[in-house]
T-cell receptor, first 112, second 116 residues
Framework: ELKVEQNPLFLSMQEGKNYTIYCNYS?????LYWYRQDPGKSLESLFV?????AVKQEGRLMASLDTKARLSTLHITAAVHDLSATYFC????????????FGTGTRLQVTL | DAGVIQSPRHEVTEMGQEVTLRCKPI?????LFWYRQTMMRGLELLIY????????DSGMPEDRFSAKMPNASFSTLKIQPSEPRDSAVYFC??????????????FGPGTRLTVT
């Protein structure tokens, strides 16, 4: 059974600080997704990483993928309060962009 | 585009009643997905369709759950009879076929179902 684990599960950080969220998965996958979810809201796509070594950046968020290590990271630079949300990674082991398995989620709280 | 549309947004029903959730995917998207989100189990894929045909329903929890997609712009997820453990947020998502887009799944606003 495919397992997708994120850590930490909860992260409280001060504005201006840097931190990294980790996503480990248990089977081969060349594609990985990062989503953001605000409380009571839907999921918003942040990044789609399509190959080993892929790196994407948007604002204060940067995601990377190491398929050999089965690891993706989401790095937060100089956090601001607006980044407070739950972040999910999702793995696509079939390569069809269809059957996604989501991680447990990391709840990020950025404090002043 | 209006995005993925789901209705109702909230549903409260009594145990034993039939519940029908509705979804309209983004126009031109050939894939449609139904997910369930709970605190205990997280986000789970229930079933997905390609060109209105169910491809994988292995995530459907039991026979009380059924899903249909009668045409490219409409899908339903039905629970009959409903039970309190079905209480969750149900999301519908849609996407372009692999190779025709950026492989993203676009999620609807969700239906929050409460079964009492």
């Amino acid at each position: 059974e495919l397992k997708v684990e994120q850590n930490p599960l909860f992260l409280s950080m001060q504005e201006g600080k840097n931190y990294t969220i980790y996503c480990n998965y248990s089977t081969t996958s060349d594609r990985l997704y990062w989503y953001r979810q605000d409380p009571g809201k839907s999921l918003e796509s942040l990044f789609v990483l399509l190959s080993n070594g892929a790196v994407k950046q948007e604002g204060r968020l940067m995601a990377s993928l190491d398929t050999k290590a089965r690891l993706s990271t989401l790095h937060i630079t100089a956090a601001v309060h607006d980044l407070s949300a739950t972040y999910f990674c999702a793995v696509d082991p079939t390569g069809t962009a269809s059957k996604l398995t989501f991680g447990t989620g990391t709840r990020l709280q950025v404090t002043l | 585009d209006a995005g993925v549309i789901q209705s109702p947004r909230h549903e409260v029903t009594e145990m034993g009643q039939e519940v029908t959730l509705r979804c309209k995917p983004i126009s031109g998207h050939d894939y449609l997905f139904w997910y369930r989100q709970t605190m205990m189990r997280g986000l789970e894929l229930l079933i997905y369709f390609n060109n209105n045909v169910p491809i994988d329903d292995s995530g459907m929890p039991e026979d009380r759950f059924s899903a249909k997609m009668p045409n490219a712009s409409f899908s339903t997820l039905k629970i009959q009879p409903s039970e309190p453990r079905d209480s969750a947020v149900y999301f519908c998502a849609s996407s372009l076929p692999p190779g025709y887009g950026n492989y993203e799944q676009y999620f609807g606003p969700g239906t929050r179902l409460t079964v009492t």
